[in-house]
Antibody, heavy 117, light 110 residues
């Protein structure tokens, strides 16, 4: 069965950087689009970024464009999100999600990023 | 990027039918399919409807979706206590070249 496990969250100061990882299993990772979606405490879902298979195309929400970079290592079945110039409003649970048959069809459990001094 | 518009809350008694709306524009719902998710408290979202009205295997047939023009709806028939959750719609936006989520609707079973 599909399994997604995020890691790398934590507390970081404003202006700092952090790299999130998402380890995937149970499906042919290299064949599918992968997403990052975040949810600020007590708020709704916000799409952050997605990457096509082989990293051929990458798309970002305006709120993170120029600060976040999505990447994937198909040899390790792992998705990444490099976050820099972090702001307090980036505080959220970050989920990775698949697009195997439909958008965001499987989700990880999420990892919490807190941007605070 | 603006979110798709959902009512913040909806409620019903067990057995009742509840409908949640999701309003967008020609660049998102009007041009692309809508997907719906259920998020139980403290858990990750779960897909309940894709391609406007298709139910993944394992999702009860009490859940149904529809789309007309620039709006979509999720209906829950025969409401049960375990349906108490937040529900979100999403659609791709051609103008923004990004995914839009609705603000979420909290369904309460009275």
């Amino acid at each position: 069965q599909v399994q997604l496990v995020e890691s790398g969250g934590g507390v970081v100061q404003p202006g700092g950087s952090l790299r999130l990882s998402c380890a995937a299993s149970g499906f042919t990772f290299s064949n599918y689009v992968m997403h990052w979606v975040r949810q600020a405490p007590g708020k709704g879902l916000e799409w952050v970024s997605f990457i096509r298979y082989a990293g051929s195309d990458k798309f970002y929400a305006d709120s993170v464009k120029g600060r976040f970079t999505i990447s994937r290592d198909d040899s390790k079945n792992t998705l990444y999100l490099q976050m820099s110039s972090l702001r307090p409003e980036d505080t959220a649970v970050y989920y990775c999600a698949t697009e195997t048959d439909s958008p965001f069809d499987y989700w990880g459990q999420g990892t919490l990023v807190t941007v605070s001094s | 990027q603006s979110a798709l518009t959902q009512p913040p809350s909806a409620s019903g008694i067990p057995g009742q039918r509840v409908t949640i709306s999701c309003s967008g524009s020609t660049s998102n719902i009007g041009s692309n399919s809508v997907t719906w998710y259920q998020q139980l408290p403290g858990t990750a979202p779960k897909l309940v409807i894709h391609n406007n009205n298709q139910r993944p295997s394992g999702v009860p047939d009490r859940f149904s979706g529809s789309k007309s023009g620039t709006s979509a709806s999720l209906a829950i028939s025969g409401l049960q206590s375990e349906d108490e959750a937040d529900y979100y719609c999403t659609a791709w936006d051609d103008s923004l070249t990004g995914w839009m989520f609705g603000g979420g609707t909290k369904v309460t079973v009275l």
